[in-house]
């Protein structure tokens, strides 16, 4: 341990809540995308599922809003180190999308992708089993465009540069292909428990 | 739609995953708020203009603050990396580096990070910053200059009066500064504006500009869009938002 002289830092709170190197940034929600925000109405927006599938499908905006709501209400972490606790997201399971097009024996990772071009890769179990979202509101009121709005994936057991932010679609594929950030040196999973913010750790 | 699939500028090494001891060798202040903190990295792998470090500070009861900044210094530093830390009100990190921190205390850093926001110093660059973000293309401006570089390079860069411009004495011909708040006798006060972007990108080199802009999330969206307004392609348009 290499002890900085004179520093003490935050009073510490217990907060089981909080993945190793991370702070609770309260109220803040910093945005930290790297492209230009993009001009999105909900009549433009689509959402695709494709790749190893058998029955690749698109939704647009009332087509994905008639799939059952589902809601989370929880925590979120940011690479960059701040954690957002008790967040409410509203929209629909991705496992709702999922089982319209039926992800084949072989699927096994995924790369998201954005509107905008950006895209993020992630084992499909990342995905299944009611632990990823496609939302649109954010504590009860339409997302907003800096923070993906009309609509962003979610996946807040990861890091949170794999919820891609104005998402267009999800392919499935039989290997790991590196996303946007993952090429510029980010890890391939992202899992904030075990501290994977970049490649090698 | 448009297109943002802009790929890094570089390739990013497997060294930065590697903590190292830094050791602060010189404090200079830049502004009432802002210090550059100088720091020796014996092992420093070399960075790119632009790029930023982890950093983090160690309590004696084990508990740890890290922080991602942007590198001020040029590459060519021989082992030594500069910081421009704003003192943030109640931050752990920069409250520690602006109240406490002395020349011989030793920090940890890894990096450099992320190949995305780098300039290698080959294309035209039009660099946007304000306030603190300035940093990162303070590193492009001096390395413009320290390599001698004919490449065109504009910088526009924001702040809230003459005595908040970080780097004031340092900055040339190549820099616009604009003032929100108080300026000097003769000029104008405001926000930035098209007419500010407007005349760079109509004297664009042929090959057209990479634009690089740093600042807070509110400035990022109001230059981003003045560019876009202007003409600039969204996929030649990198953003680094302070969070």
Redesign the interface.
């Known amino acids: 341990m290499n002890v900085t002289r004179g520093f003490t830092g935050r009073p510490r709170v217990h907060n089981p809540g909080l993945p190793p190197g991370q702070y609770d940034a309260r109220d803040d929600w910093p945005v930290l995308s790297a492209e230009v925000t993009p001009d999105l109405a909900p009549a433009d927006w689509s959402f695709r599922v494709d790749g190893l599938v058998e029955r690749p499908h698109t939704w647009d905006w009332d087509a994905a809003h008639a799939l059952p709501a589902s809601a989370y209400e929880g925590d979120i972490h940011c690479v960059t180190g701040w954690s957002k606790f008790g967040v409410r997201f509203g929209g629909v399971s991705l496992d709702a999308f999922l089982n319209v097009v039926r992800p084949r024996e072989s699927a096994t990772h995924a790369l998201a992708y954005s509107h905008t071009g950006y895209t993020t890769n992630l084992p499909l179990a990342d995905l299944t089993g009611g632990r990823a979202w496609i939302v649109w509101e954010y504590d009860g009121a339409p997302l907003p465009p800096e923070h993906g709005g009309p609509a962003r994936l979610v996946v807040p057991h990861l890091y949170f540069w794999k919820s891609a932010k104005w998402i267009a679609g999800v392919t499935l594929l039989d290997h790991d292909e590196p996303g946007f950030w993952e090429r510029n040196g980010y890890h391939a999973r992202g899992n904030p428990w075990e501290e994977q913010r970049y490649s090698g750790d | ?8 500028r570089i390739a ?1 090494s ?1 060294q ?2 590697v903590w190292q ?1 830094a050791t602060l060798t010189e404090i200079r202040r830049e502004t009432p708020r802002a210090a550059t903190f100088r720091l020796a990295v014996p092992g420093w792998a070399g960075h790119l203009p632009g790029q930023h470090l ?1 950093l ?13 900044y942007s590198i001020a210094s040029a590459p060519d530093d021989s082992g030594h990396i500069e910081l421009t830390l704003d003192q943030v009100p109640d931050g ?1 990190v920069s409250g ?1 580096f602006h109240t ?2 002395r020349p011989g ?4 850093v ?1 990096g450099p ?5 780098a300039w290698p110093g080959d294309r035209p660059a039009l660099l946007l910053g304000a306030g603190s973000g300035v940093v990162p293309l303070m590193s492009m401006v001096r390395h413009h200059r320290a390599r001698g570089l004919t490449v065109p390079l504009r910088m526009l860069v924001s702040a809230r009066s003459p005595e908040e411009l970080i780097y004031a004495a340092e900055l040339g011909a190549e820099t616009t500064p604009v003032f929100t708040r108080s300026a000097p006798p003769g000029v104008a006060v405001g926000r930035m504006t098209a007419a500010h972007v407007a005349p760079i990108l109509a004297e664009q080199p042929a090959t057209g500009w990479e634009a690089y802009v740093c600042g807070s ?1 509110g400035f ?2 109001h230059a ?2 003045l ?2 307004a202007a003409g600039q392609p ?2 030649r ?5 302070f ?1």
């Open positions: 739609m448009t297109r943002f699939a802009v790929p890094g990013v497997e930065a995953a001891t982890m983090r500070l160690t309590a004696p009861d084990g508990y740890v603050a890290q922080r991602h752990e520690w406490v921190a205390d030793t920090v940890e890894r990070l992320s190949g995305f926001f999330n990022a969206e981003s869009r560019l876009v969204v996929e348009i990198r953003i680094e938002r969070g």
